[in-house]
Nanobody, 115 residues
Framework: VQLVESGGGLVQAGGSLRLSCAAS????????MGWYRQAPAKGRELVAM???????NYAESVKGRFTVSRDNAKNMMYLQLESLKPEDTAVYYC??????????WGQGTQVTVSA
């Protein structure tokens, strides 16, 4: 399974972005997918996750501002980021769980929020 993120960039506080994750390869094994982020000098943290059926979970820090969705037919996952804050600045990674045991990561996309 290969994952490629896109959509990152520089935005002012209060602005919006939409991240995309394109999955390819043996995508039939994919069950859960998620978005993680890693800020400078910090560990990687879960942002949002979504099951094949569409159930979602969010980190407390992004609830009400970020929305995760996926299009299983297109092998795509999205993250809509609203009301962005400088503390949202990080590299955002796409993650996929395959056959409930193998984990795959994308290369990441940078999101920078200026004050």
């Amino acid at each position: 399974v290969q994952l490629v993120e896109s959509g990152g960039g520089l935005v002012q506080a209060g602005g919006s972005l939409r991240l995309s994750c394109a999955a390819s390869g043996d995508t039939s094994c994919i069950s859960g997918m998620g978005w993680y982020r890693q800020a400078p000098a910090k560990g990687r943290e879960l942002v949002a996750m979504i099951s094949t059926g569409g159930s979602t979970n969010y980190a407390e820090s992004v609830k009400g501002r970020f929305t995760v969705s996926r299009d299983n037919a297109k092998n795509m996952m999205y993250l809509q980021l609203e009301s962005l804050k400088p503390e949202d600045t990080a590299v955002y990674y796409c993650n996929a769980l395959c056959a409930y045991k193998d984990v795959y990561w994308g290369q990441g996309t940078q999101v920078t929020v200026s004050a």
